[in-house]
Nanobody, 122 residues
């Protein structure tokens, strides 16, 4: 299984970024895709997740109303649209796949991609 994440960068507070994650290597029809982040000196933190069918989404309280997760089943890709970014959103963002939403929310995921750095600073 390979997960490739794209879209990180430097943005000013209040700005937007869109992260993408492409999955390959096996069939994922029952898995959940998501994002977990880790800021310097802090523990890993669940951000968002979406079922493979795209019928349910999950968000951490800290990003609700600002982040939106979607997916494209045709190319096994998920997207995280991040709006109204804050300095506290600064972290390395990891694309992940888990066997259930609970596993992703508890960061006990099955597959990790390489992280992409998101920096929110003026």
């Amino acid at each position: 299984v390979q997960l490739q994440a794209f879209g990180g960068g430097l943005v000013q507070p209040g700005g937007s970024l869109r992260l993408s994650c492409a999955a390959s290597g096996r069939a994922f029809s029952t898995y959940v895709m998501g994002w977990i982040r880790q800021a310097p000196g802090k523990e890993r933190e669940f951000v968002s997740a979406i079922t493979w069918r795209g019928d349910r989404t999950y968000y951490a309280d800290s990003v609700k109303g600002r982040f939106t997760i979607t997916r494209n089943s045709a190319n096994n890709t998920s997207y995280l649209q991040m709006n109204s970014l804050k300095p506290d959103d600064t972290a390395v963002y990891y694309c992940v796949i888990g066997a259930s939403a609970w596993r992703v929310q508890s960061t006990a995921v099955d597959y990790w991609g390489k992280g992409t750095q998101v920096t929110v600073s003026s």
